[in-house]
């Protein structure tokens, strides 16, 4: 079964930058979609930057321009790129990975906080 864990969350003040991790193992990358996403609580949560099976990238409005989504499946590992960071980006961050955009499989989150 597909598992994954984040790592590289941490506390920044703004306009500062940070690379989340996600590591994940008992699926063949190529062959899922993978993403990000994030919580506040009391709030839902939203997709981030998520990456196709054929390597077509596509972010939320919020954070074009700023985050970067990667992946090497050599390392088997899911990247998140933040530069430029805003209070409005303090979340929960989780990723996520599916045979189809409905993501099965889901992260732990790791914690993001940004200081103004």
């Known amino acids: 079964e597909a598992q994954l864990a984040e790592s590289g969350g941490g506390s920044v003040q703004t306009g500062g930058s940070l690379k989340l991790s996600c590591s994940f193992t008992g699926y063949t990358a190529s062959s899922f979609f993978m993403g990000w996403f994030r919580q506040v609580p009391g709030k839902s949560r939203d997709l981030v930057a998520r990456?196709?099976?054929?390597?077509?990238?596509d972010y939320a409005d919020s954070v074009k321009g700023r985050f970067t989504i990667s992946k090497d499946n050599a390392k088997g590992t899911l990247y998140l790129q933040m530069n430029n960071l805003k209070p409005e980006d303090s979340a929960d961050y989780y990723c996520?990975?599916?045979?189809?955009?409905?993501?099965?499989?889901w992260g732990q989150g790791t914690q993001v906080t940004v200081s103004s």
């Open positions: 990456l196709d099976k054929d390597g077509t990238a």
């Open positions: 996520a990975a599916g045979t189809t955009r409905a993501y099965d499989y």
